[in-house]
């Protein structure tokens, strides 16, 4: 069972459905958030498919500590991030219609860069924040064994609690969409929609958490028309 299978099949056992976000055309979504947030777990449970590169630093991160063995993690960090972002700008510049970038990105500068990289290679940009409380986040790190430190963690922490504010009061130039999700409202799972001309992001309970589109920013708790749930 591939962990994209195994993903949905605990979804499907708790009653989650996953998030459908439409990507029509030539992309770029920058799924970001606090170390620990749930980004890799979110993209792990993503299908294959054709048309589209997911880039997520852990890939980066496993296969170089394969090469030098017992080496410190900190001691190779910078090479990782350097790799990442190398991959990040080579599947950018490709004819590769979707690509997915994994990134904390709890500063707006990077966010920024993101979304020129995504203008400059005529991409639309899309942007998934994933909102999490500090010690969750933590905790999250502890799960993988992989914590980061202290000072850094301390600012991640304080960059993401502003930026979770920004995003529920507009939208950042540069983006043409902005969904932000909570933990809870990613469990069922991620789905992309290519074809698809307009985005749905729900939660399990058929409310949408927080949507930015246009220019005005919703938070809204109303029921989404069942019609509009798109089947797993």
């Known amino acids: 069972m591939t962990r994209a299978t195994s993903t949905a099949a605990l979804a499907a056992t708790a009653g989650v459905l996953p998030v459908y976000i439409a990507l ?8 970001a958030g606090m170390p620990g947030a ?11 498919g054709p048309g589209l590169a997911v880039l997520d630093s852990e ?18 960090r910078p090479l990782v991030h350097l790799v990442h972002r190398l991959a990040v700008l080579a599947a950018a510049v490709s004819s590769t219609p979707t690509v997915v970038v994994h990134l904390p990105a709890t500063d707006d500068r990077t966010r920024a860069v993101v979304a020129r990289l995504a203008a400059a290679t005529s991409r639309t940009a899309h942007l998934l924040w994933l909102h999490v409380d500090a010690a969750d ?3 999250g790190q502890c799960e ?33 969409s902005v ?3 909570d933990r809870a409202s990613a469990s069922g799972g991620l789905r992309l929609d290519a074809a698809a001309a307009g985005a749905s992001r729900m939660t ?29």
Do not use: C, I
């Open 24 to 31: 029509p055309g030539r992309t770029l979504l920058l799924v």
């Open 204 to 232: 399990s309970d058929g409310r949408r958490l927080a949507v930015v589109t246009g220019t005005s920013a919703r938070h809204d708790d109303a029921p989404v028309e069942r019609a509009s749930m798109r089947p797993k």
């Open 59 to 76: 890939t980066h991160r496993s296969a170089l500590r394969r090469a030098l063995g017992r080496l410190p993690y900190a001691w190779y």
């Open 137 to 139: 986040a933590r905790q």
């Open 179 to 181: 969904t932000v999700l």
């Open 144 to 176: 993988r064994g992989r914590v980061v430190p202290e000072t850094s963690f301390a600012g991640h922490a304080e960059r993401a609690a502003s930026t979770t504010a920004e995003l529920l009061d507009r939208r950042p130039p540069g983006w043409s």
């Open 38 to 48: 749930g980004k890799s777990t979110l993209l792990g449970g993503l299908p294959d």
